[in-house]
């Protein structure tokens, strides 16, 4: 059965500098495919059988999120846990008093909470394991950073997750210890920090069918249509697959295997439009919130940096070297997988293009797409390195909405923080990048992505001192064409063009035409998978 659906229609088919302003009446769709784009009674002379939908409001491409973390999202942002995220609550008195009275109203059950950040809610004490035990005496308490790169827990959750101070750091994570080897209450980085949330984990399970589909309805009401799972664990495959038999999945979703050393390639799957894994994922850094990122420069010594703990001159360390990034990568690029690699500061991103330059070299690979994600304080001739490799970069440019002032007047002076997720300058040297908003960290706000990229404005109106404005092109395609094809999938989504998926959505207003602070409030009033409205 073919449907032609007729409005004011941006295909955003092309290059993302081609054909952006074009606009056409109708398209139509068979069997879940676009057949034909032009004009409404043509389409409808050459499918007189076809039913008509009118849409009201101004049609374009479904939006690609390509560094979520859906699963996890799904648990963080839900009931089992506290949400005391900055976009929550702003100030450190209202993260105490949600954090006391979930303690009281624990009733001897473990408390989890998610979303601490001391440079956004200023005043927050040092939560270490001392304080957490005052506060939550012998309920397990933790409590994870908004950045999701690290937990502080108490002596009570340390116990539940079975952690002592002869549990040994997980590779490219550790458990913070004072001078006698002591547990002091902290965990950095995603190996360790799983390890403090698994009874969280381990409670979510009964509840997660409903979890994740509610999750992810929330990001189709976003007119996000395909969503990629940066730190996908395969064993949640079965569920995905029942929901999908069950026709309850009301986006794509591409998946990235999180690496271990020693770990080794699975087989190529099947092609399924629905659910497939595109690749693997490595942490070469950490949070630049926290300060653990790999810099050439030093932080600044200011007040935030003091109240995070680090002394002046700090510069943050890999978690990786080189050699140990390589023999984890090697064996998932040798099995044909995309490589993607979360890093921030320059020394990360430098030590991450020379193992895929060995990679890339030593298996003679052409179209690998491999890449870099975050890339907050890549610079110029970074991008242009990357580029010349084939590495492909996917930016954090909602950072710049709620830490541009930090990152500048706290973090690392205008120069280096004032040019941070230089976006423009990846589109300058021909990178396809794209944006996103990596799961709960920032809420899901893709038409704010493309926004700030042009504008490189805080939420505060604070224009950020460095870094390129990219073009209203560019910015759609950082989450349309481009995103589809970073994930391999532009055979099937990205655009509205003959042989693609009908995804769109359904706005209020034109996405081409309206200014920047317009396309940040865009609304989304209907969403479309296959030419089936799911939201």
Known sequence: MTTVFTGRIRPLAGDADVGADVEVEALAVEDGRIVALGAAAALQAQHPDADTVALDGWVMPGLIEPHGHPAYSSILLSDLVVDIRPVTIPDAAGVLAALKKAVADAEGQAVFANG????????????????LDELAGDVPLVVIHNSGHSAYFNSAAAHAAGIDRDTSDPAGARFARDADGDLIGVAFEEAAVEQVVAPMLARAQQHLPELLVAHLRDLSRCGITTVSDLSWNPDLNPLIQSLHAQGRLPVRLRWYEMSRPGGTAAPRGDDDPMFRQTGVKTWSDGSPWIGNIATSFPYLDTDATRALGLEPH?????????????????????????????????????????????????????????????????????????????VTVSLFVDHITYWGEVLVDDLFGAERGGAWADAGAAFAVGHRATFHNDGWVTPNEPFRNMAVAETRTTRSGFRMPGGTPVTRAQALAGQTTNAAWQLFSEHEVGSLAPGLFADFIVVDRDPVTVTAAELAETVVQATYLAGVKVI
């Open 314 to 390: 700090h510069i943050g360390t890999a978690n990786y070297t080189a050699q140990q990034l390589l023999a984890i990568a090697e064996p998932y690029a040798a099995g044909g997988w995309q490589l993607a690699c979360h890093a921030h500061g320059d020394r990360a991103i430098d030590s991450t293009l020379d193992v895929y330059r060995q990679i890339i070299t030593r298996h003679a690979l052409t179209d690998h797409r491999f890449r870099l994600e975050h890339c907050g304080a890549m610079t110029a001739a970074q991008f242009a390195r990357a580029a010349s490799l084939g």
């Open 116 to 131: 601490w950040d001391a440079l956004l809610q200023r005043g927050l004490p040092d939560p270490d394991m001392r304080w």
